[in-house]
């Protein structure tokens, strides 16, 4: 079990360019969340994918976000165009059942809009 | 509107004494509580976590204490390590079968010798 792929682990972008943060989640999961980690707003969800279909994309902070899940292996974040205050580390997520276990964490995509 | 709340940003503790590390929460309708720690350049991993209908879930070291109607839950680690040393996020889930998670702010913790 190779754990929650991300990629690519750096970005740094200059403002206006297009960005894309790509996870491949834990064969056999059927949930998975991409979050945003900030200073000042710690870890919020941005996005949730329940087998393939987004659920809940109210913590995605405006329409130059996006996010896509073609197939149960592959998802991707899109910022289009990137602002500074994009920069951030984004992790995504995924689970087979929240509840009482949580879910596997990637290591991570830091992001840095010059 | 901050569901979640830890209100320590930091705690410093003596290697092999007790880290008490704090979480508050607002929505009395959360099934579930989990505890994640984070290390530097890593993502959060899962640690300790308790259903809202127990007080109190132990697993070697760690413990984690619910109090429902003061709306708090706490992580107690004994005796504190050096390797504990990291940022732990509280974090809560279930609303109405929902399975993302809300996290709150994180606590650092630090252990010294």
């Known amino acids: 079990d190779a754990g929650v792929i991300q990629s690519p682990r750096h970005e740094v972008t200059e403002m206006g360019q297009e960005v894309t943060l790509r996870c491949k989640p834990i064969?056999?999961?059927?949930?998975l969340f991409w979050y945003r980690q900030t200073m000042m707003r710690g870890l919020e969800l941005l996005i949730y994918?329940?087998?393939?279909?987004?659920?809940?994309d109210s913590g995605m902070p405006e329409d130059r976000f996006s996010a896509k899940m073609p197939n149960a292996s592959f998802s991707t974040l899109k910022i289009q165009p990137s602002e500074p205050r994009d920069s951030a580390v984004y992790f995504c997520?995924?689970?087979?059942?929240?509840?009482?276990?949580?879910?596997?964490f990637g290591s991570g995509t830091r992001l840095t809009v010059v | 509107d901050q569901q979640v709340k830890q209100n320590s940003p930091s705690l410093s503790v003596q290697e092999g004494r007790i880290s008490i590390l704090n979480c508050d929460y607002t929505?009395?309708?959360?099934?579930?509580f989990l505890w994640y720690k984070k290390y530097p350049a890593e993502g959060p991993t899962f640690l300790i976590s308790?259903?809202?209908?127990?007080d109190k879930n132990e697993d070697g070291r760690f413990t984690v204490f619910l109090n429902k109607s003061a709306k708090h839950l706490s992580l107690h680690i004994v005796p504190s390590q050096p390797g504990d040393s990291a940022v732990y996020f509280c974090a809560a889930s279930g609303v109405q079968g929902a399975q993302k998670l809300v996290f709150g702010q994180g606590t650092r913790l630090t252990i010294n010798p």
């Open positions: 997520a995924s689970s087979i059942r929240t509840g009482l276990y949580g879910y596997t």
């Open positions: 994918f329940n087998n393939n279909v987004p659920i809940d």
């Open positions: 929505n009395s309708m959360f099934d579930y």
């Open positions: 308790i259903s809202s209908i127990k």
């Open positions: 064969s056999g999961h059927n949930s």
